[in-house]
């Protein structure tokens, strides 16, 4: 099912470049249309909002009432309201022991410097709707807003016929503040932007379609972005300790969430790729969504059988995955040798599923390789700081002639002056 490769320091790195080109494809045509609608909406205003909603989802754009969410959580499994209130939890925990404080203190030459830490005004939050319905994000992204103190959260979720209740429910555990049916690009041109009655907002983060992603990626600048995320991917790395019916089952636990999903496992061992291959297989026959395993496992699948554990921490900061298990004897030892990833779960029993629902740390991760430069969505992205800074005359003092030396080596007089006229007798 999963094809296997034996490393030679050229076929990984044909592999790794085919998983890059397809992290590298955009469409053009997309993100042309999507540029239409952001100009329309930004000129026109909710007229234009309105005009795509009918358009593409056949409904006026409208805001749920509390009411609905409360029906919503009433109407919700029992057992899935504890689990999602147990995230819940755990989400608020951990983003809570990352809240960057406000702080000031002396500087080496006595004047108060210092910053204050304060969460965004206001922040959007972008929901899938109809069989991309994930609860799960909701509260991913909205516990850490709520933790960092933004005044206001903000979700958009397509107004489809029956609105999921779970994502509703989740929305009120997660003290989401409003909740408006809109979705597309639509709904974020109109947070960009701000709408009549719907609002501008500071950042908007999210999972979306092509359109959605699209839309983010033109909006960043006028407002904050999370990430423009791609497709699902993880990583597993495993020696002959590791039981090929677990890294079977994670991998394949990515390749379910669409035909674009990449899963990978590096190992120094063929036995144990060749035996993960035949659990694959066996694994898919009695899975729901098997055609689209298949598919992401036949395009963007790989079992790479390197000559040792070193050379596939190589690779896995090669690819910079989204999710890297490390399924070894000893994974601590290789943890040091890891440089570029969403999340890392360590060990037989942290799969990822762990991570995506209750573990705590945020499953919003950076993908298609950016996790070089990308962190994971945690309350830290729901801040924003001022630098403080307060001099009386006497520590001023101490350093007015190195400012002035500097305003005249840039040439800037006027710099110089606003400290001289301080010191004029």
Known sequence: MIQIVIADGQAEQRQIAAL???AAQANGEITRRVAD????VRIRGYEAVREYSLRFDRSEPYEIPASRLKEAYAACDPALIAAMEHAARNIRDYNEK???????WTSPDGG???RIVRGLTRVGIYVPGGTAAYPSSVLMNAVPAQVAGVEEIVMVTPPTENLNDAV???AKIAGVHRVIALGGAQAVAALTYGADWIPQVDKLVGPG???VAAAKRLAYGTLDIDMVAGPSEVLVIADRSADPKFVAADLLSQAEHDRLASAWLLTDSLELAQAVDGEMARQTGYLSRSEIMEESVARFGAAIVCPDL?????LANLVAPEHLEIVTEDPEALLPEIKNAGAVFLGAWSPEPLGDYLAGPDHVLPTSGTARFFSPLSVEAFLKSMSVIRFDQP?????????????????LTAHANSIQVRFEQ
């Open 395 to 411: 520590s001023l003092a101490g350093l007015k002639d190195e400012i002035i030396t500097f305003a005249q080596a840039e040439r």
């Open 98 to 104: 990352l809240l960057t404080r406000s702080n000031r």
């Open 20 to 22: 890059k080109a397809r």
């Open 310 to 314: 070193h050379r596939c921490a190589e």
């Open 112 to 114: 108060q410097v210092g």
């Open 168 to 170: 509703l429910a989740a």
């Open 209 to 211: 379609n092509a359109y």
């Open 37 to 40: 609608i952001l100009e329309d």
